[in-house]
């Protein structure tokens, strides 16, 4: 099996969002910018948090990262980007995880590959391109 996760899902666990354990579940079950969020989410409310938090936060992600593996982004995912019309219509991080998962999903049958996310426009654009996606809420996508 072969997993993609996009941010949101990792977002969803390190800020303790009401998704939080949805999130969870999806990593468990598949046995970055994220640092930046991370520090602005804590100099917006670091008069609610403890001075440790980020801190915390930050050893958290990185235990959770030592479990990812990394694609450098380039001409290969570049190109499908430029070939699939269907990804040319999205944001550009979401373009590029989609096109990241494309090139992913190519290493085993459809069937083994997974995309989770909580990014509405990603989801549907994961289904579009026949993706198994987390089921989530509705309500559940941003």
């Known amino acids: 099996m072969l997993y993609y996760f996009d941010s949101s899902i990792l977002l969803a666990i390190l800020l303790d969002e009401k998704r939080k354990e949805e999130a969870l579940e999806f990593w468990n079950e598949a046995k970055l910018?994220?640092?930046?969020?991370?520090?602005?989410?804590?100099?917006?409310?670091?008069?609610?948090?403890?001075?440790?938090?980020?801190?915390?936060?930050?050893n958290e992600l990185n235990e959770y990262l030592q479990e990812v593996n990394f694609r450098i982004i380039d001409e290969d995912i570049e190109?499908?980007?430029?070939?699939?019309?269907?990804?040319?219509?999205?944001?550009?991080?979401?373009?590029?995880?989609?096109?990241?998962?494309?090139?992913?999903?190519?290493l085993i049958p459809s069937s083994d590959f997974y995309l989770y996310t909580f990014d509405k426009n990603m989801a549907d654009l994961a289904k579009l391109l026949k993706f198994k996606i987390n089921k989530s809420k509705e309500e559940d996508f941003i």
């Open 33 to 58: 910018e994220t640092v930046t969020v991370l520090r602005r989410t804590y100099e917006h409310n670091k008069n609610k948090l403890e001075p440790s938090w980020i801190t915390k936060k930050i």
């Open 79 to 106: 190109k499908i980007i430029f070939l699939r019309k269907e990804i040319a219509k999205c944001k550009t991080l979401d373009a590029i995880h989609v096109a990241t998962a494309l090139d992913f999903s190519k």
